[in-house]
Nanobody
């Protein structure tokens, strides 16, 4: 079994920055890809950014140019650097790892952006 633990959320003013971390209990190379998702109240969970084991990244249109996903294989950690935050970025942010047909989710971390 693999555990994913997110951290780094909090309250920030619009225009500010946060860096989220997703620490895995095992080597993250076991995952074909990893990603950050978010879910705002009353809305469906949506993909924010993803990164493959080879380092290829993809982003949702609404975060392009503002967010950056990265990975540190030595630390078994995936990061989400969030800059120029907007009130509409307020959500619970979740980390997900996909291994074959199995998805592993973290417990989520709250990000609140005040306008």
């Amino acid at each position: 079994q693999v555990q994913l633990v997110e951290s780094g959320g909090g309250l920030v003013q619009a225009g500010g920055s946060l860096r989220l971390s997703c620490a895995a209990s095992r080597n993250i190379f076991i995952f074909n890809n990893m990603g950050w998702y978010r879910q705002a109240p009353g809305k469906q969970r949506e993909l924010v950014a993803g990164i493959t084991s080879g380092g290829t990244t993809n982003y949702a249109e609404f975060v392009k140019g503002r967010f950056t996903i990265s990975r540190d294989n030595a630390k078994n950690t995936v990061y989400l650097q969030m800059n120029s935050l907007k009130a509409e970025d307020t959500a619970v942010y979740y980390c997900k790892g996909r291994r074959g047909r199995d998805d592993y989710w973290g417990q989520g971390t709250q990000v609140t952006v005040s306008s």
